[in-house]
């Protein structure tokens, strides 16, 4: 059975940094693609960035760029969000998700390409 486990969110000063965490265990992790998704109140979910089975290739979207870093470890299991230099507009939950990728190298986008899901971390800026 199919685990991700998010851990690392919290309230944070604009400007700060957080170091999110997604354990994953219930499947070969270094065969799956990973990502890391928000949603802020009253949005839709959107991937943040997101990283090939290989770790070779990675992809963020443009709001977060130069401040988050997404790494995984695949011998741990465990999937990692560096976010520096937070922004008011980065709070939101924070999910991790995994997908079986056509080929190594691949980096899926959309949520609906995701087969399973975590149950989220929270980050907020408390300035």
């Known amino acids: 059975q199919v685990h991700l486990v998010e851990s690392g969110g919290g309230s944070v000063q604009a400007g700060g940094s957080l170091r999110l965490s997604c354990a994953a265990s219930?499947?070969?992790?270094?065969?799956?693609?990973m990502g890391w998704f928000r949603q802020a109140p009253g949005k839709d979910r959107e991937v943040g960035a997101a990283?090939?089975?290989?770790?070779?290739?990675?992809y963020y979207t443009d709001s977060v760029k130069g401040r988050f870093t997404i790494s995984r470890d695949n011998a741990k299991n465990t999937l990692y969000l560096q976010i520096n230099s937070l922004k008011t507009e980065d709070t939101a939950l924070y999910y991790c998700?995994?997908?079986?990728?056509?080929?190594?190298?691949?980096?899926?986008?959309?949520?609906?390409?995701?087969?399973?899901w975590g149950q989220g971390t929270q980050v907020t800026d408390s300035s």
């Open positions: 219930g499947y070969t992790y270094s065969m799956y693609c």
């Open positions: 990283i090939s089975a290989g770790g070779r290739n990675t």
């Open positions: 998700a995994a997908d079986k990728p056509p080929y190594s190298d691949y980096v899926p986008l959309r949520d609906d390409q995701y087969d399973y």
